[in-house]
C-alpha cells in the first residue's frame, strides 16, 4: 500500500492542525469536457487538493455512429439530425458526442448494418471504444496532473465493464482501489470498491447486498484504524438521501402519481449496514447523480457529489480533514 504524499502541508487555523484537502468528484460517464476540467483544476492546484477521489463511472453507454454519405457525413445527435461537410464540421461532431458521453463511430451504411444485426460484433465495438477512450483519459491524466503532486484515487462504477481494469492497471499516475486498500496523506486509508446492489439494468459490477456487505467488512480487516478510513464505495447507503432516484414498475417506466414522478431509495443495504458496523470517517459515493448532497450515518459524514457531466458541469466537494477529524465540508462546481 503506497503512501502518497505532497510537497508541503497546508494548515488552518490558530490550533495549526495539519490539514488534508480532498477533492471529490463522480460519474463522468465518458463526457470529455468534465474529465479536462477536472484535470485542469488539478494541474492549477485551484482547490488547493491534496488528493482527488474519484467515485466511479468512467464509461458511456451509447454509440453514436457517423454515416458516409455522397456528400460527407451524417448523425443523429439526441434526436437532431447533424451532418458534416468536410473533416473539419466532422471533427466538430465527434467533439460534440464525446462532451455528453457517448462514442462516434464513422462507418459505411452496410458496415453498420452488418454490426448492428451481430451482437456479439456490436459488443466487440462497445468493449473496443470503451477500453480506448479509458485508455486515453488515463494517458491525458499523466500528461496534464502528473506532474502536480496531487494523486487521483478512483474506482470503477457499476456501470464500467471490466474490460477497462488493464487500462486502468496500465496508468502511471492514477491509482484504481477497487477492491483494495490505499494510504493516503494525513494517516488516513481508502476502501474502494466499485460495486453496486443490484439495479433493473443488470449492469457489469453488480453484487447481492449479502455480497456487498461482506466484501467491505473483508476488506475493513486491513484498515488500521477504522476511525482515520474512508470508504469510496460507488453505491450510496440505502434511504440516506443520497440515492432518491425514480421508482421504475416492471416494465422499467418511470411511475406517476396525479402526474408527478414517484421517487424512493435505490441505494444499498449492504453498504448502509457496513457503514453503521465499520464507523469510517467518511463514507464517498456517487451512481445516483441527481442526488447531490451529505447526510451523516451516526458519526460518518456520508457524501454523494451528484453529476451533470453530459452539460459539461463538474460537481463536487471538497472536504478537509485533520488529525481530529473533518474540520470544513463544502461544495464545489463549475
Known sequence: MPLLRRKSSAASGPTHHKVTRLYIVSDF??????????LNAVKLNHYRADVVLYAGDLTGKAIVPITQTESGFEATLLGAKRQARDEQELM????????IGYYPYRATAAELEHIGGDPDKLQALFAEKISSQVGEWMTLASERAGSSGIPIVLIPGNDDPYEIDPSLAASTYCINTDGRITDLPGNLQVLGLGKSSPTPWNT??????????QQIYSLADQLRDRR???FLIHCPPYDTGLDTAPLLDAGLNVTT?????????????GVLEAVQGIHPLLSVHGHIHESAGERKVGDTLCVNPGSEAAFGVVRGYIIDVTSNGIERVFRVEG
Request: charged share 35%; glycine share 10%.
Open 29 to 38: 460517464h465518458a463526457a470529455l469536457p468534465a474529465w479536462k476540467k477536472m
Open 92 to 99: 466538430a461532431l465527434e467533439r460534440d458526442i464525446t462532451g
Open 204 to 213: 457489469p459490477r453488480e453484487v447481492s447486498e449479502d455480497d456487498f456487505r
Open 228 to 230: 482515520r478510513s474512508i
Open 257 to 269: 402519481s396525479a402526474g408527478d414522478v414517484l421517487r424512493g431509495p435505490v441505494g444499498s443495504r
